[in-house]
């Protein structure tokens, strides 16, 4: 809606005095203000009135609906309607929220989202169409920007076999999964031994099981004795070594704990410090009298009286 200040024959007729001309773009522009004023108060009386729009916190494998213009071509202009249902991928708060929809990874912002209700959720017409719409796009359409392997029917590469220690008890076990034709040694390899080789015994034992199908067992002594089993042929099994016992630790000498006495002589209301308490063989040992040695004197005959 213009006041005609744009058109320059208006301006001209109206910069001559044409008065018609200047009454009519005075009506315009009063009409004009008019316009926006209304739409101005409408905006904000809309504002006002309208509560705040629920957020809500989905989770993965929710079904929601979302807000959207309608893709039918037919109907000009689009008009805008809920889509749905669809599935919660994953939410990047309080931003983004990524939908599963008709085989479509969509976009959308929280405040176009809103659970599904129970009569949608429970709504038998609606799940069957869902199920047969799935399907058909299932059986017909190609998922795009998604790799599916599970058509693929490439075998597997068989899991690498190897070497293992295995300990029980006092004994390290050494399980050959790899055929081979040597005995095996702890000391021919040191990164892969899980103790100290001083740690082991010199004893070994050796359980073959040789590619024939036999079994042999084989008890020497890894330090000095033979590299090759006697069969000559490869095998499988395991090699025993046992370790050497953990040394009994050397106890300190322990002295027989001394009765105490006390310091100073002790009565009945007296406290006992122990502080003041000494070993006995520190104490001072009191003196004991020895008892009087009585030594009898010899008579002494009275004067006066004669001997017999």
């Known amino acids: 809606m213009s006041d005609g200040e744009g058109d320059l024959a208006v301006q001209s007729l109206a910069a ?8 009519v773009m005075m009506i315009r522009k009063a009409a004009s ?8 108060q409408q905006a904000v009386r809309t504002a006002a009135t309208h509560g705040p729009r629920p957020h809500f916190a989905y989770k993965t494998g929710q079904a929601v609906y979302f807000w959207r213009r309608g893709t039918d071509t037919v109907r000009k202009p689009a008009i805008y309607f809920w ?7 994953t939410t990047q708060l309080s931003s983004t929220v990524w939908l599963s929809y008709n085989h479509h990874l969509v976009k959308v912002s929280p ?12 709504s038998i017409s609606g799940w069957l169409k869902g ?4 399907k058909k796009q299932f059986e017909t359409d190609k998922i795009k920007g998604i790799i599916d392997l599970s058509q693929e029917n490439d075998d597997l590469p068989p899991a690498e076999q190897q070497d293992s220690w ?30 100290h080789l001083d740690q082991l015994l010199p004893w070994r034992k050796t359980i073959m099981a040789i590619t024939d199908g036999d079994q042999e067992i084989l008890e020497d002594e890894w330090t000095h004795g033979q590299d090759f089993p006697s069969h000559g042929h490869e095998w499988t099994g395991e090699t025993w070594f046992e370790e050497k016992p953990a040394p009994e630790p050397r106890g300190r000498l322990k002295r027989p704990a001394e009765p105490l006495v006390p310091r100073a002589r002790i009565n009945q209301k007296a406290r006992i410090d122990p502080e003041q308490m000494i070993p006995l063989s520190q104490a001072p040992m009191a003196k004991t009298e020895q008892p009087a040695v009585v030594i009898p004197s010899p008579e002494i005959p009275e004067i006066g009286t004669s001997c017999s």
């Open 33 to 40: 203000q008019a316009f926006h004023e209304v739409d101005c």
């Open 111 to 122: 405040e176009k989202l809103r659970p599904t209700s129970e009569e949608e959720f429970y």
């Open 83 to 89: 889509h749905g249902p669809a599935r919660v991928v």
């Open 166 to 195: 295995r300990r029980e008890g006092n004994f390290w076990i050494r399980v050959h999964e790899l055929p081979r034709r040597e005995l095996f040694r702890p000391d021919h390899d040191f990164s892969k031994l899980p103790v």
């Open 16 to 23: 001559a005095g044409n008065t018609g001309v200047t009454r």
């Open 131 to 134: 199920v047969s719409n799935a």
